[in-house]
């Protein structure tokens, strides 16, 4: 055999094992409903073209709606609406090839796979749609316009409004439909959330998205590059948490240039620190499923794989183990607490107790948590909330992102506020999610009604607002879509920024954490600022830090009464802050526009005096403990592994200078990696 077939037949077995990889990849997203975005490294193009036209033929198999797309100089993640508007008309579900092209009706993307489920259910697609929202708690714009596709009305009408919302036109609301927020920039991280609750309404199991060429990224000016990468980290991190992504793989493939070039990933730390191979440790290739970086660089004749392992997805919490483990891969917490897989936090819940006492008082609290990239400020984040939610409190996330640069804006962010946050009911709702329940049913609106009633007569922080909802509620006799339009804050998301409409988008909050506590029997809420550092990254001005500033002058101020806010940052962003800060917010104390509730010299005073929080330094000791605890949570989910060089493993490990998150990835890739080579050797392989 000549030297060219045999590097031939180790591309191909290397590239069937990694299909293999992935398909149980898959079905574990499919099984948890969780989400994850994997890097492909692709040397070459000629077996990139192959790998992923495998990819997208076993994915199908596996009953997965997929779209290719390429990313292109105009089309980029710093422009991420264009690149979600490209995967929404690029979705191919898996019968679409065997299905006669007039059963489309000639569509494409979205629409063909609409196409195909009103073929699959004929005159009962309406009704098993609406049984699909019921199940999977789907709801948005998109999946709006998709249930007015379905149902007795035009179709051909139906479609031309879902490409014009597709194209970025603003619908007009009217009694047909509620549909507003047209995919934009600003909601495209939004768009694509609902097109992956969308697949799953539709029946199928989840969706694969891949994004080729993006090593372009590399050529771009500084500014446009840094957005992109800022972009990538923000997916890499948020999209299986909180309200994100539904069973979901997005990969994005580029060649070595990303990777290796100085211009590449390598100018983003904390967007390397979670998707390059952990330094000074040995990989298990081809690794576990969930790798964040896979090479298609044969190592070697690796044969077939058989099926993928399936779990029991009646266990709830071998489920959330197996979530805790896919997220633990690319160095991320748990977004549901698992307890085996946290250490050495014991040592803050004291701090936070103390924080929720004083909230408790009618007092808002301020808190600052600072830690470096990787020490585990997510981590302790979602222990924050974890506690909040026992102790009944609201937990409102206000992350500085890239993707949701509006902090200076709260008539924009309020609503993004009110999408992201948790409640600490049953299921753990969004506070839009719960409006619906509340516009919706009979005797919980008349409650709702009575009670805004009495707080516009009295004289407390939710009057304001609840005397501008009572003035709407005298117009009409019904009180839902009034309720609902109102505190869920749709109308003022595209208005400027001029202090009348900061003003009702304070004032509703406030009515929002009144009506919680006194409809819901809601503590006073805990709202934590997260990626403060972005006020430093990204193009960010002086101009747009005043302005943001201004913002969390309200929340960090003391204007929301009971509150806990915590703000999370980094110490050299914290030191940047501390010596702006005295400039910036004397500038906004004397703007004529600032509003009583921005109260920049309280901020000012707190963030120059606070003694932060610091996030806990985990000893060697700890982390051996965090180790030999994940490896307990992997033998859950994925059975016992024999691995004889464990210990000395876990001794070398600990004894380097990785941080937290870089040991908790190594760890799991081991695992997953020793797991997953067993099962190559349960084949013959």
């Not at 180790?10 to 990849?25: E, H, K, N, P």
Request: proline share 5%; with cysteine.
């Amino acid at each position: 055999m000549s030297r060219s077939a045999v590097i031939e037949d180790g591309a191909t077995s290397w590239r069937r094992a990694l299909i293999a990889s992935q398909s149980q990849a898959l079905t574990d997203l499919a099984e948890t409903g969780a989400a994850e975005l994997v890097f492909v490294r692709a040397s070459r193009s000629a077996e990139a073209e192959r790998f992923f036209d495998e990819s997208l033929k076993s994915a199908a198999n596996e009953g997965y709606v997929t779209a290719r797309v390429t990313v292109l100089e105009g089309r980029a993640f710093d422009a991420l609406d264009l690149l979600v508007r490209a995967v929404i008309r690029a979705l191919q579900a898996p019968e679409t090839s065997a299905l006669k092209r007039e059963s489309l009706r000639g569509n494409t993307g979205l629409l063909a796979l609409l196409d195909v489920f009103a073929a699959r259910h004929g005159a009962e697609s309406a009704l098993r749609f609406d049984q699909g929202l019921i199940l999977h708690g789907a709801g948005g714009d998109l999946v709006t316009l998709a249930r007015a596709y379905l149902g007795p009305g035009a179709r051909r009408r139906e479609a031309q409004r879902i490409e014009a919302w597709v194209a970025g036109t603003e619908l007009a609301r009217s009694d047909e439909s509620s549909a507003h927020a047209a995919l934009s920039a600003r909601t495209a991280r939004r768009a694509l959330r609902e097109v992956s609750q969308l697949v799953r309404v539709l029946g199928w199991r989840g969706t694969l998205v891949i994004f080729e060429r993006a090593e372009i990224i590399a050529k771009f000016p500084p500014g446009r590059r840094d957005d992109a990468l800022t972009v990538l980290r923000e997916l890499t991190d948020d999209t299986d948490s909180g309200r994100g992504l539904v069973a979901t793989r997005l990969v994005v493939s580029a060649s070595d240039l990303f990777f290796d070039d100085a211009r590449g990933i390598a100018l983003l730390p904390p967007l390397a620190s979670r998707v390059l191979p952990v330094p000074g440790v040995s990989t298990w290739l081809p690794g576990g499923p969930h790798n964040p970086l896979v090479t298609l660089d044969a190592k070697g004749d690796l044969g077939n794989v058989t099926a993928p392992v399936k779990t029991a997805t009646t266990d709830a919490p071998r489920l959330s183990a197996l979530r805790a483990l896919q997220r633990a891969a690319h160095g991320l917490p748990p977004t549901d607490p698992v307890a085996a897989m946290s250490v050495g936090h014991e040592a803050i819940d004291a701090t936070l107790t103390r924080l929720f006492e004083h909230a408790a008082m009618q007092s808002s609290v301020f808190a600052l948590l600072v830690g470096g990239y990787g020490t585990g400020k997510s981590h302790l984040l979602s222990h924050l909330a974890a506690r909040a939610l026992h102790d009944r409190r609201p937990v409102f996330r206000l992350s500085l992102e890239r993707m949701d640069n509006d902090l200076g804006s709260p008539q924009r962010h309020l609503r993004r506020m009110l999408d992201q946050a948790v409640l600490p009911l049953p299921g753990g709702p969004s506070p839009l999610e719960l409006l619906t329940h509340w516009s919706r049913t009979p005797v919980t609106l008349s409650r709702v009604v009575a009670r805004v009633h009495a707080l516009a007569e009295a004289e407390s922080v939710a009057s304001p607002a609840a005397k501008k909802l009572r003035l709407q509620l005298q117009r009409t006799r019904n009180f839902g879509p009034v309720i609902e339009s109102y505190l869920g804050a749709a109308e003022i998301v595209e208005k400027p920024s001029n202090p009348n409409y900061r003003h009702d988008a304070y004032h509703r909050m406030m009515l929002w954490c009144t009506l919680l506590e006194e409809i819901e029997g809601c503590q006073g809420p805990v709202v934590i600022i997260d990626e403060a550092e972005n006020l430093f990254r990204g193009g960010n001005t002086r101009a747009t830090r005043r302005t943001a500033l201004r913002s969390l002058s309200f929340y960090c101020g003391g204007a929301l009464p009971s509150a806990c806010v915590v703000m999370a940052v980094t110490p050299d962003a914290l030191d940047a802050l501390r010596a702006e800060a005295g400039e910036l917010l004397n500038d906004v104390s004397e703007q004529r526009t600032v509003l009583a509730v921005e109260d920049a010299a309280m901020f000012r005073r707190r963030l120059v005096m606070l003694k932060p929080l610091e996030v806990p330094a985990l000893t060697r000791g700890m982390l051996s403990t965090l180790a030999f605890r994940v490896r307990e949570v992997h033998q859950s989910v994925r059975g016992p592994v024999d691995d004889v060089g464990w210990s000395s493993f876990v001794f070398d490990l600990v004894a380097s200078d990785l941080a937290p998150r870089g040991v908790l990835r190594a760890v799991v890739e081991r695992l997953e990696g020793a797991w997953w080579r067993r099962r190559l050797s349960a084949t013959g392989l």
